[in-house]
């Protein structure tokens, strides 16, 4: 899980403290009520390659810097995603 | 950044200039005749200083300014009294000069060709030019010369406590009579405008505002947008009998006068005020119509139409032009009716309106009359007269058309008219009109304000019904602002009629709803609450399960979730409260809340890159690239560099220094500027952004010691030398064929064993001397 240092300016790590745990911040997540769902949207063809890590079987991680293109992605397939900003 | 846009008047009074940058641009004859109202006529034995400290004086003395208010004329006070009515102390000059002329007071100057000395374009200016010659106004450019086309000032102002003992005066009436009513009367409902308002306000907050071109006009795109949002056609006006050209310009160019809209920083785009816009439209509509006949008044980049001829400087889209002076005439001249319930013929209002400013003010070219030479003085009179007809008959063709479409057009679309043609009148346009409710409050009212509480607001009753096949009926007379706004966002407007509307409750609708924070239940109440019949039951169930259908997938913006080692580790943060947050999968949580105590070993962002903008040179230039330039890169660049030019900036040690104290790190500096530079930053930058930061981060130290050379312009000497004991203790080490590296501190050893052997010795660097590069 614990991500490589990206391409320039797509992802920075600033080493804090030691606690043991990573944080991992702006963060475009997918959260489905039942897992089939999430399963579907992985499956189709236009959301498929926007959503790139199952965090469990009802998150997922979407590609960074790429959700109004998912949440577009989303209407045009007929789904009502609740928009929901920390 | 747009290079002009009217200020509003309210920003225009935040600017305006001092009473003495103002008194000190007048000439001394003009202060004289400003200090002749304290001082009396010896005002003119004063010389330039001491008439600027009686003007002064007496202009920052209340008494003074009760006085002056109470010694009047009927045209100064009137006029100051419009000045009042706008609200404020400022009021913008066009308008002002239409209103001035039409009050049908005298003044100074109405009559003479004073005014007239810059052109026939600038005679209307001949009211307020009376009022700055007395320095009752002021211009707001703080200059002291009258106002022509070719000195113009945006806006005038006057004294604040002049004003305060100001009691507005209404315009003498005008000469003309009612008509007998009409038939096929035509009404803009209030509904049917509260809707169009209502609809325009969602419109503009869903799509984010006007967007302009860099001159500061609206860009077409932006205005095709918003033209589909509203479902306006593009429609020729003139197939209209209440004909607005352009509605969609007409109303935006309406809401910027009243106000409603905000330049963002930048310049390019108008922002809507949703706030005032929608406690604006929540009023009753009379007391509305106040603001929007004011903004009617002073709005430009808009035209009621363009009779023939008609000639507009090409500024009139971006600043008030003379039409502004129409219209400020045309709504005074209402003001002026002597009925303000009848019906009246508009070619009657048009005819009024010329004899009491056509002289001054007209928008096509006014000719003066001049008898020809050797004209026999008994021949004078009559051709006077056929002078005055054909200037009248070029009025009725040109202002008395602009005057029939604006009350047909824009006076109508805002509720402010009836209109109606009279018996047997075959004319496509009305010929009648009358003023409405709102019409009489934003006109006459001004000057007759009612002593009446405000009555409160009606409670809301059932306004639609919605049928089984999703559609809604709403009737538009009973429907308030805030069920109108109620509707719009929750369904797709149909069609709209005089008195209905239509919409359909589609799931999209429903859904962008509920995304704009209408909750689910109160959605449902609130439908229910103002249905006419009960709530068919496929449709409450159909919106209840659009509802719950959102809710089953969610996206999370910039959501933060920790990664722990083990689940364990993660249980126990969880438990003891050091996060708050939702555990997901495994080792995971989905933070809400990080305790403050709480310190992950590191942290990963995963951002969308920057743009990169900068072309960073060695020594230290920074150059922004216009082109890709996003809007944080200056404010980015402030924090640690210099700027030197609007694209251009430095590192320097003293920005760089500047940007420790504040708490930067080299690093940071190194790291912000590499991720918006386009190549590679320069190495040695780097290394003096460090060595300027200090701290850790710098680079180690660095010497450049003054060492000796021995040079040798024989080579068999050299190699004698190198071969030598003697002077061996002498040198480190031999620098190529020809020279040598003389310890420290034992030059004038050497000197001294070398002139023993009887070697001439100098100190000159010797360029013949065979050496390695680096040393030449």
């Given at each position: 899980m614990r991500a490589k240092a990206g391409p320039k300016g797509s992802r920075s790590i600033q080493p804090v403290d030691k606690a043991g745990a990573v944080l991992h911040t702006h963060l475009t997540l997918i959260e489905v009520a039942e897992s089939e769902l999430l399963d579907e949207l992985c499956a189709d063809r236009r959301l498929g390659p926007l959503i790139v890590a199952r965090l469990s079987d009802r998150i997922a991680a979407a590609a960074p810097g790429r959700a109004q293109e998912l949440v577009r992605a989303l209407l045009k397939a007929g789904h009502t995603p609740k928009l929901i900003e920390k | 950044m747009s290079y002009w846009r009217t200020p509003s008047l309210q920003t225009i009074e935040a600017s305006l200039p001092s009473l003495d940058v103002y008194l000190k641009a007048l000439t001394a004859d003009k202060l004289k005749k400003l200090a002749r109202r304290w001082v009396g006529k010896e005002s003119y034995k004063l010389n330039k200083e001491s008439a600027f400290l009686a003007a002064r004086k007496a202009w920052g003395d209340a008494c003074a300014m009760r006085k002056l208010a109470d010694d009047l004329s009927d045209f100064e006070r009137a006029g100051l009294g419009l000045i009042k009515l706008r609200g404020g102390r400022a009021a913008y000059t066009e308008d002002l000069a239409g209103e001035l002329l039409l009050l049908g007071l005298p003044f100074?100057?109405?009559?003479?060709?004073?005014?007239?000395?810059?052109g026939y374009d600038s005679a209307h200016f001949s009211g307020v030019n009376a009022l700055l010659e007395t320095g009752l106004l002021m211009r707001v450019d703080g200059y002291g010369y009258p106002i022509d086309r070719y000195y113009p000032a945006l806006a005038v102002f006057a004294n604040a406590a002049l004003l305060a003992g100001i009691e507005p005066l209404p315009p003498k009436p005008l000469a003309i009579q009612p008509a007998t009513e009409g038939s096929a009367v035509v009404i803009k409902r209030p509904g049917e405008l509260l809707l169009t308002f209502v609809s325009l306000a969602r419109a503009l907050g869903k799509i984010g505002g006007v967007t302009l071109s860099a001159k500061g006009l609206r860009t077409k795109p932006g205005l095709t947008k918003l033209a589909k949002a509203l479902g306006f056609k593009a429609e020729p006006a003139d197939k209209s009998p209440t004909p607005l050209a352009d509605p969609l310009g007409f109303?935006?160019?309406?809401?910027?006068?009243?106000?409603?809209?905000?330049?963002?920083?930048?310049?390019?785009?108008?922002?809507?005020?949703?706030?005032e816009a929608d406690e604006l439209i929540a009023r009753p509509y009379p007391e509305q119509a106040k603001t929007w006949a004011k903004a009617y008044r002073s709005l430009y980049g808009?035209?009621?139409?363009?009779?023939?001829?008609?000639?507009?400087?090409?500024?009139?889209?971006?600043?008030?032009?003379?039409?502004?002076?129409?219209?400020?005439?045309?709504?005074?001249?209402?003001?002026?009716?002597?009925?303000?319930?009848?019906?009246?013929?508009?070619?009657?209002?048009?005819?009024?309106?010329?004899?009491?400013?056509g002289n001054h003010l007209c928008l096509g070219y006014s000719s003066s009359f001049h008898a020809p030479y050797k004209t026999p003085a008994d021949q004078i009179p009559a051709l006077k007269k056929k002078w005055e007809?054909?200037?009248?008959?070029?009025?009725?063709?040109?202002?008395?058309?602009?005057?029939?479409?604006?009350?047909?057009?824009?006076?109508?679309?805002?509720?402010?008219?009836?209109?109606?043609?009279?018996?047997?009148?075959?004319?496509?346009?009305?010929?009648?009109?009358?003023?409405?409710?709102?019409?009489?409050?934003?006109?006459?009212?001004?000057?007759?304000?009612?002593?009446?509480?405000?009555?409160?607001?009606?409670?809301?009753?059932?306004?639609?019904?919605?049928?089984?096949?999703?559609?809604?009926?709403?009737?538009?007379?009973?429907?308030?602002?805030?069920?109108?706004?109620?509707?719009?966002?929750?369904?797709?407007?149909?069609?709209?009629?005089?008195?209905?509307?239509?919409?359909r409750l589609t799931r999209e609708a429903t859904y962008q709803a509920l995304e704009s924070g209408m909750a689910a239940d109160s959605l449902l109440q609130t439908l229910e609450r103002s249905c006419r019949h009960p709530l068919p039951e496929n449709v409450a169930r159909t919106l209840a399960d659009w509802a719950a259908r959102r809710e089953r997938l969610s996206v999370r913006l910039n959501a933060r979730i920790l990664e722990f080692d083990q689940n364990a580790a993660r249980d126990a943060a969880l438990a003891t409260g050091q996060l708050r947050g939702t555990a997901v999968g495994e080792r995971l949580v989905l933070v809400s809340a990080l305790g403050r105590?709480?310190?992950?070993?590191?942290?990963?962002?995963?951002?969308?890159?920057?743009?990169?903008?900068?072309?960073?040179?060695?020594?230290?230039?920074?150059?922004?690239?216009?082109?890709?330039?996003?809007?944080?890169?200056?404010?980015?660049?402030?924090?640690?560099?210099?700027?030197?030019?609007?694209?251009?900036?430095?590192?320097?040690?003293?920005?760089?220094?500047?940007a420790v104290e504040r708490g930067y790190s080299a690093n940071e500096i190194l790291s912000r500027l590499?991720?918006?530079?386009?190549?590679?930053?320069?190495?040695?930058?780097?290394?003096?952004?460090?060595?300027?930061?200090?701290?850790?981060?710098?680079?180690?130290?660095?010497?450049?010691?003054?060492?000796?050379?021995?040079?040798?312009t024989d080579r068999d000497v050299a190699e004698a030398i190198a071969a030598s004991p003697s002077f061996k203790p002498y040198l480190v080490n031999r620098l190529g064929s020809q020279a040598f590296l003389v310890k420290a501190g034992l030059a004038e050893e050497i000197t001294a064993k070398l002139l023993e052997f009887g070697f001439a010795v100098g100190n000159e660097f010797m360029p013949g001397v065979r050496v390695p590069e680096a040393i030449e």
């Open positions: - | 100074k100057g109405l009559n003479d060709a004073y005014g007239r000395f810059s109303y935006l160019s309406l809401w910027e006068a009243a106000g409603l809209f905000q330049l963002d920083p930048l310049g390019r785009t108008l922002n809507l005020k949703q706030t808009w035209i009621e139409c363009e009779p023939e001829p008609f000639y507009l400087y090409d500024d009139h889209e971006l600043q008030p032009s003379k039409l502004n002076a129409l219209r400020g005439a045309l709504l005074l001249g209402l003001a002026a009716l002597p009925d303000p319930n009848a019906w009246y013929r508009i070619q009657d209002l048009s005819d009024a309106l010329y004899r009491r400013i007809e054909e200037r009248h008959q070029a009025w009725r063709k040109r202002e008395g058309v602009w005057i029939a479409r604006a009350i047909a057009g824009p006076l109508f679309h805002l509720g402010l008219a009836d209109l109606a043609h009279a018996e047997g009148s075959k004319a496509e346009l009305a010929d009648l009109f009358r003023l409405t409710e709102g019409g009489r409050a934003a006109t006459s009212g001004l000057f007759r304000p009612e002593a009446k509480p405000a009555a409160p607001p009606a409670p809301m009753q059932p306004c639609w019904v919605v049928q089984p096949n999703f559609e809604i009926i709403l009737y538009l007379e009973q429907a308030s602002p805030k069920q109108l706004n109620f509707i719009e966002r929750l369904a797709e407007r149909r069609q709209v009629g005089e008195a209905t509307a239509v919409y105590g709480f310190r992950p070993q590191a942290t990963i962002a995963y951002e969308p890159p920057l743009q990169q903008c900068l072309a960073v040179r060695e020594t230290g230039e920074v150059a922004i690239d216009v082109g890709s330039r996003d809007l944080l890169i200056k404010g980015e660049l402030a924090a640690y560099c210099e700027a030197i030019a609007n694209d251009s900036a430095r590192v320097t040690r003293a920005s760089v220094q500047q590499s991720r918006r530079a386009r190549l590679a930053l320069p190495p040695l930058l780097g290394c003096a952004i460090r060595a300027w930061a200090g701290g850790r981060a710098a680079p180690g130290p660095l010497a450049v010691p003054t060492v000796p050379i021995l040079m040798v």
